[in-house]
């Protein structure tokens, strides 16, 4: 990409060679346990390697699985060095199928299972108020606010107060005032306003004072030992800092409305995002709407046990009736009032549709969520499949979109819905 249009459009640099600077996981690609033609998986790796063509992304993972086999593993790009502001001299870290990566909003995916393992083990009604866990919650109007209610983004409580410093974000006790004291906009649970932050911190207040235990714990009980994770932990350790990718605003700098919707859903600028979530106050928090962290793999080792039904290589993670609750769509396609888009959600999900969704063509049966707009992890029963795309770059509309989008529709494409008789349990 030449210089001048690489600065204009705040790109990273992408060299001609591109094997150069990928990272295949040969050893745990197995197409052929599945009966799958190679040249689906480079027809999809194709388009991968199309969307980090347009430089809005330093580093990329990519997992795929189907039927229950990973076919796809890989990397490209850089963790750290190769940002639009680096200089050509700075040091550039290759970025590798072992690398952990913020799932950022993702991660609300998987707080959203812990509160359903609640409710299966009898710890937690989602139908109750929060203030039934948590009295002092009820506070200003918000005594009738469900655990439902934020798992669906019908809270009332959208985002924290506009001028709260962002240090608040590595503050639970602070953020927990604050979320008590505030007003909600509504209390009915009739309208869609996806909480960015504030959800997950109410959530785990709630797990926390069931269980009597912190909600790290409960994650590397119920799901990251039981799952053989290595990362997947709300933030990470101080002396693993070094080991995380880092974070990086590209693209055209967002005009307005788009930037004023950036502010009302995150809080901050895309720079400040940035800045903010390669923090190390940050990096080690732990905040469960935004900084669950680990490979694309792990993401999509969590979405095909969702997909297999709560079970895992043979352990049982969760009951079958848990995940259909989990994935079950609640109220119907809506525009949401925070990002000004429509959705579907359910207690904890982003769902697809019919003739078209988030997660491609025809993809009414798929569920999984988004990070940061360009993280896309996601399973769909239907077809058989677990993806997770993660990247590095923080592009909001720009010239990526269009093989963005061209990405989620060859997965369609070259996965196509199965005969009926051999779709997954949850799109029987």
Not at 211 to 223: H, N, P, Q, V
Request: glycine share 10%; charged share 20%; aromatic share 8%.
């Amino acid at each position: 990409m030449h210089s001048l249009t690489r600065r204009v459009l705040h790109t990273c640099r992408v060299p001609s060679d591109l094997e150069a600077i990928s990272c295949r996981d040969t050893d745990n690609e197995h197409p052929e346990r599945v009966g799958l033609n190679p040249q689906v998986t480079d027809t999809v790796w194709h388009s991968a390697q199309a969307l980090y063509k347009t430089g809005v992304h330093p580093g990329m993972q990519l997992s795929l699985r189907y039927r229950g086999e990973q076919v796809l593993h890989r990397a490209i790009g850089h963790a750290r060095g190769n940002g639009p502001e680096d200089e050509a001299q700075v040091a550039r870290v290759p970025m590798t199928t072992d690398t952990p990566v913020c799932y950022f909003s993702a991660s609300k995916a998987v707080t959203a299972l812990l509160m359903h393992l609640l409710s299966e083990q009898g710890l937690v009604n989602l139908m109750d108020p929060v203030s039934y866990y948590c009295p002092e919650f009820g506070h200003n109007g918000k005594r009738t606010i469900t655990v439902h209610q934020i798992l669906s983004h019908r809270g009332g409580i959208p985002a924290i107060p506009r001028d709260t410093p962002i240090d608040v974000l590595w503050n639970r006790n602070e953020v927990w005032r604050l979320l008590c004291a505030a007003r909600p906009v509504a209390v009915d649970g009739g309208k869609v306003a996806y909480h960015a932050i504030t959800g997950g911190f109410v959530l785990q207040r709630v797990l926390e004072k069931v269980t009597g235990d912190s909600i790290e714990a409960y994650l590397d009980r119920y799901l990251r030992k039981p799952m053989g994770m290595k990362w997947f932990t709300f933030g990470v350790e101080t002396d693993q800092l070094s080991e995380l990718a880092c974070n990086y605003a590209t693209g055209p700098t967002p005009r307005f409305p788009v930037s004023w919707i950036i502010n009302r859903a995150l809080g901050g600028d895309i720079n400040t995002v940035a800045r903010v979530t390669n923090d190390p106050r940050f990096q080690e928090a732990v905040i469960p709407a935004g900084n669950l962290c680990g490979t694309a793999e792990e993401m999509g080792r969590f979405f095909q046990m969702m997909l297999n039904g709560g079970l895992w290589n043979g352990k049982r993670i969760c009951s079958e009736v848990t995940v259909r609750r989990a994935i079950q769509q609640f109220g119907s396609l809506q525009l949401d009032r925070t990002m000004l888009l429509p959705v579907r959600f359910s207690a904890g999900m982003m769902l697809g549709g019919n003739p078209v969704g988030l997660w491609g063509q025809r993809s009414r049966h798929a569920f999984g969520h988004v990070g940061l707009i360009n993280k896309l992890c996601w399973a769909d029963p239907a077809r058989g499949i677990s993806v997770s795309l993660l990247n590095t770059g923080f592009p909001i509309v720009g010239h990526h979109l269009p093989a963005l989008a061209r990405f989620v529709y060859t997965v369609g494409e070259q996965f196509p819905l199965l005969p009926k008789g051999q779709w997954g349990w949850a799109a029987a």
